[in-house]
């Protein structure tokens, strides 16, 4: 089975509609369902759950759902959502249910069970310990304009892989869209040191007169 790790889209907030609907804050668990699935639920890292896993995704979750192009048994949201409630931390799932509703404009798709932001906390309720879910749900988060919440999952993100380069990064953007620059230029120093291979958070550090070089 494929294990992919859905790109983070550090700069995603400048695809912040106006007037699309939101949640000032997570949506509380009790209105988001219980976890318990009729076929699953089914932890996405656990290789012991590569069969199961192979048996969801060609039918509810193949490329032109992935892609937000159409649903594939029936409306799109409908098919991501039996993704999302047989596997919910499903990192692939999770990035094209917050894509799809940012670019519709709405906070709950069309077929599926729950409010977007409730798959966020239905995949933290599953399995709390799971940085891609965190990074993922960061990246929604920018996009609703909610910064210090981004912040602060990414925060966890990194908590539990300190060295990936990509969360580093990712939160060193964060930390800067919240005017932290002594924290953006921490995380910007690690991500670096780690490979990450884009200047662009060194870059925007430097047009604001706030990057620091790393001490030696």
Same mark, same amino acid.
């Given at each position: $089975? ?17 007037? $699309? ?19 699953? @639920?089914?932890?996405?890292? #656990?290789? =012991? ?5 192979? $048996?969801?995704? @060609? ?7 992935e892609l ?28 094209? $249910?917050?894509?799809? =509703?940012?670019? #519709? ?7 599926? /069970?729950?409010p977007v ?6 995949? /933290? ?16 988060? /920018?996009?609703? =304009?909610?910064?210090?919440m981004a ?66």
């Amino acid at each position: $089975m494929r294990r992919v790790r859905p790109l983070l889209q550090p700069l995603l907030a400048a695809l912040l509609l106006a007037g $699309m609907a939101s949640p000032s804050q997570a949506a509380p668990k009790k209105l988001c369902g219980q976890i318990a699935n009729s076929f699953g @639920p089914f932890d996405y890292n #656990d290789p =012991g759950n590569a069969q199961n896993i192979a $048996m969801v995704e @060609p039918h509810h979750f193949p490329e032109e759902v992935e892609l937000g192009i159409r649903g594939a048994t029936g409306p799109l949201g409908s098919d991501i959502d039996y993704t999302l409630r047989a596997i919910p931390n499903h990192p692939r799932a999770l990035a094209t $249910m917050a894509r799809v =509703g940012i670019r #519709d404009k709405v906070s709950q798709l069309p077929g599926a /069970m729950f409010p977007v932001e409730c798959y966020f906390v239905r995949a /933290m309720e599953f399995q709390p310990d799971d940085p891609a879910v965190r990074a993922t749900y960061a990246t929604y988060l /920018m996009a609703l =304009g909610k910064l210090e919440m981004a912040r602060d999952q990414l925060r966890e993100a990194v908590a539990l892989a300190p060295e990936d380069p990509t969360y580093n990064y990712n939160l060193g953007l964060a930390y800067y869209k919240t005017k932290q620059y002594k924290e953006a230029n921490d995380s910007a120093h690690k991500a670096y040191a780690l490979g990450f291979p884009l200047p662009g958070l060194k870059q925007l550090l430097v047009t604001a007169g706030k990057w620091q070089d790393p001490a030696p």
